[in-house]
């Protein structure tokens, strides 16, 4: 008897605007989506990933991604034709009524794997951010650069975008922005804003930005300053008069003067030094850090100012005693402030942990010494509310 053909299974058709909604409702404060094959779709709620496993969707298949992946796309020929010679895609994607994504799709084991970064609908301000008020007098500037850093997800867009619509509000200005790919949609206001994204509205940030200056801005935002032209064309902007705010990958301020001159040959060095030394106005780093009640997250801030001692320090380099460290450590009466020290309050005032603090710290051995007297009253108060005859394995518990 003749073996019937085999058939092929049926290619599932994956709603993805409506998987989207409902993965947005499923938790408040959600700040990504990601599909990954072999797993349910997962939002990441406060830094940790939580599975959503709708019915027919428990576990995707390598297909599943793919079909979501070409949704996203639709019919953007850059990030099709990125994906298939880089292996990865950034790209813009919205759905009406629902919200607005900075969206990555990338090659894995031979298939597609997405994560959606969520771009909130409005604009928080500098309070709702919890951002220092010394920031507000990036506002007040009028030329120079001002460089927010931080890793990834540590919520640097938000904060220029703070400033950024800060400055909408207050001046009649021409700003420019230019990003990869726009997050924040903004309205003009009291200024005249215009957006330019990469690909769609210009091949490289260098050209766009040098275009900026025959376009007449008192502020340009450089979406980030990754390369050698891009950080070569903002210092020009910078000296000729114009606000430039830009991002950089960097854990802190002593790092982002090191990545900004490490791009440059040994012989340009000095002499970037020297511009830069006179170009920065700020150098604001940033952690997100969980929330001890466990109601989100809490940025901790770092700022570097432009002061005679700083200027020194980034012109020639730091030495012992002579370091933008200690420039922050001292330089608190200026508007400055360093990451341990905010670390040092957060803990005191019970919004992290200690354990969540020495792990985010920059030097966790000196902020213990600096905590030593709260560590102290933390453990006396432990053992003078523990009930007689438990152990402290109990208590802990």
Do not use: W
């Not at 947005?24 to 797993?39: C, E, T, W």
């Not at 390369?227 to 802190?252: F, M, N, P, Q």
């Not at 200026?334 to 969540?356: A, C, P, S, V, Y």
């Amino acid at each position: 008897m003749a073996t019937p053909p085999q058939t092929q299974p049926v290619q599932r058709k994956i709603q993805t605007a409506q998987l989207i909604g409902a993965m947005l409702k499923a938790q408040g404060h959600v700040s990504d989506l990601i599909f990954s094959p072999g797993r349910a779709p997962q939002i990441e709620v406060s830094g940790q990933l939580v599975e959503l496993k709708y019915k027919g969707l428990e576990c995707l298949t390598a297909q599943d991604t793919d079909c979501i992946a070409r949704d996203l796309m639709g019919s953007n020929e850059h990030p099709i034709r990125k994906l298939e010679q880089d292996g990865s895609a950034d790209l813009s994607y919205g759905i009406s009524g629902v919200g607005r994504f900075r969206v990555n799709i990338f090659r894995q084991r031979g298939s597609c794997a997405i994560v959606m970064r969520v771009i909130p609908d409005r604009i928080a301000g500098f309070e709702e951010l919890h951002l220092p008020p010394q920031l507000q007098e990036v506002v007040e500037l009028r030329n120079g650069i001002v460089l927010v850093t931080g890793p990834t997800g540590s919520g640097k867009s938000s904060t220029l975008a703070a400033i950024i619509d800060k400055l909408n509000s207050d001046k009649a200005f021409h700003i420019l922005t230019i990003e990869d790919p726009i997050e924040f949609l903004h309205r003009h206001k009291k200024a005249t804003i215009h957006q330019r994204e990469l690909h769609s509205d210009t091949p490289t940030f260098a050209l766009a930005l040098r275009a900026a200056l025959r376009q007449a801005p008192k502020v340009i935002l450089v979406g980030e300053m990754r390369d050698r032209e891009t950080i070569e064309i903002a210092l020009e902007a910078a000296e000729t008069g114009h606000l430039v705010l830009s991002t950089l990958h960097t854990i802190d301020a002593a790092k982002t003067v090191e990545r900004i001159v490490g791009v440059f040959p040994f012989s340009d060095q000095q002499a970037v030094r020297t511009r830069l030394a006179k170009a920065f106005r700020y150098i604001v780093s940033q952690r997100l850090l969980p929330r001890k009640d466990g109601k989100g997250r809490i940025a901790a801030i770092e700022i570097l100012k432009s002061t005679m001692r700083t200027r020194e320090y980034v012109e020639k380099g730091e030495s012992e005693g002579k370091s933008l460290l200690d420039a922050m450590r001292d330089g608190s009466n200026e508007g400055m402030q360093h990451f341990d020290g905010e670390l040092d309050k957060l803990i005191r005032n019970g919004i992290i942990d200690f354990e969540t603090g020495l792990a985010y710290s920059t030097n966790a051995g000196n902020l213990r010494l600096e905590l030593a007297d709260f560590s102290e009253s933390r453990a006396s108060s432990t053992t003078s509310h523990a009930p007689a005859g438990k152990t402290a394995l109990e208590i802990e518990r």
